[in-house]
């Protein structure tokens, strides 16, 4: 399941949603249930499932999607399924009947088959008609506006997925030879620093992460040792904590931590997939921040900023209660004392 808050879009008609939908969460959907969150005419938020098979769970899931909605404060709720009908119906039921189970007003509930929608509730020929209404998303003004906006609407999940897949052939062999040099460049700093290992190592990261920030702001792209570099010393948490302090959901945020993890050797993927999750929730793109958490969890199941933001991310706690953080008393994430002094000053 994947949410997202994004700039708010007005809409008028069925037609303005099915063409919002796209925006908000990152990508066309197919084979899924939206649930479209609003406060007034804006919407504020959407969640989205896969279709379930016949043996999911379908009451548990909508309960789940019904509370993702219900956090975000909204007034009323729309629900959308994409897909062939006799897998859509059974779907948007049971999501329809957990809304107002909730509390949620359902101002509507639709079908989107092809180039052509329908409505549940509806039940005008004039305007809703049995044969469905023909719908062009690129003639409608919600595209527009969101288009204006800077919001992308990839072609679809997989599109999405490979945004933060690994680089592949004379990439992956350039990453890989780079970051055995990476390796070596390490023991050698650790032994000329002796006692003084680890900081040794903190001083190096945070001159690694500065330096990364500046090339980013500047536009220029890291080369392969500087990934290699940073993304082995973002392994002590010390550096992976600053990081997470210097990241937000800038698109410079998004644009460096999205290189650094395509770049990064499977066993250094944990810090740069979670960061980029982090950024890309604190911008509303949840879509983009669900693929980077399954990512790093498929090769880190265990790493803690991740598993957190997982968590945070499914339950559909809103971007813009990340305010302030990262706190000092994140539950799960083991934070230096040094770090914690540090910030108190």
């Known amino acids: 399941m994947a949410s997202t808050e994004r700039p708010q879009l007005a809409v008028r008609s069925p037609a303005d949603l ?19 969150a609003l406060v007034g005419r804006q919407i504020i938020f ?20 019904a509370g993702v909605i219900r956090r ?7 629900v959308v399924g994409y897909g062939p009908p006799d897998r859509v119906t059974p779907a948007v039921d049971a999501v329809r009947a957990a809304l107002s189970a909730s509390g949620t007003e359902v101002l509507d509930a639709l079908r989107v088959t092809g180039d052509r929608w329908w409505s549940y509730l509806c039940t005008e020929p004039d305007c809703c008609p049995p044969e469905g209404r023909r719908y062009d998303p690129v003639a409608n003004p919600v595209t527009a506006a969101a288009v204006f906006a800077g919001q992308v609407a990839l072609p679809d999940r997989a599109a999405l997925v490979a945004q933060v897949a690994p680089v592949d052939g004379p990439a992956r062999d350039a990453a890989r030879a780079a970051t055995a040099r ?17 900081r040794a190592v903190r001083s190096a990261g945070f001159a690694a992460l500065r330096e990364a920030q500046r090339r980013q702001r500047r536009g220029e ?50 810090a740069p997939g979670a960061l980029l999750a982090f950024a890309a929730w604190r911008a509303g793109q949840g879509a983009l921040a669900a693929v980077a958490l399954e990512r790093t969890l498929s090769l880190h199941p265990n790493y ?13 706690v809103p971007p813009s209660e990340l305010d302030g953080w990262p706190s000092e008393d994140m539950p799960g994430v083991i934070r230096p004392r040094k770090r914690r002094r540090r910030r108190r000053r």
Request: proline residues 5%; hydrophobic residues 50%; without cysteine.
């Open 304 to 316: 803690s900023l991740a598993v957190l933001l997982d968590d945070m991310l499914r339950r559909g």
């Open 72 to 78: 975000q404060g909204a007034e009323a709720a729309t």
């Open 18 to 36: 099915i063409a919002a939908v796209p925006y908000l969460l990152g990508f066309h959907p197919a084979d899924s249930v939206v649930a479209v």
């Open 46 to 65: 959407a969640a989205r499932a896969d279709l379930p098979d016949p043996s999911t769970d379908l009451v548990e899931r909508s309960r789940h999607l």
């Open 182 to 198: 990476a390796r070596l460049r390490l023991t050698e700093l650790l032994e000329q620093a002796d006692l003084l290992g680890a």
């Open 221 to 270: 792209r890291l080369d392969d040792d500087e990934v290699a570099w940073l993304g082995l010393l973002m392994t002590h948490l010390p550096v992976r904590d600053l990081a997470w302090e210097r990241t937000d959901g800038r698109d410079r945020d998004i644009a460096l931590w999205t290189d650094v993890l395509r770049r990064a050797e499977p066993e250094l993927v944990a």
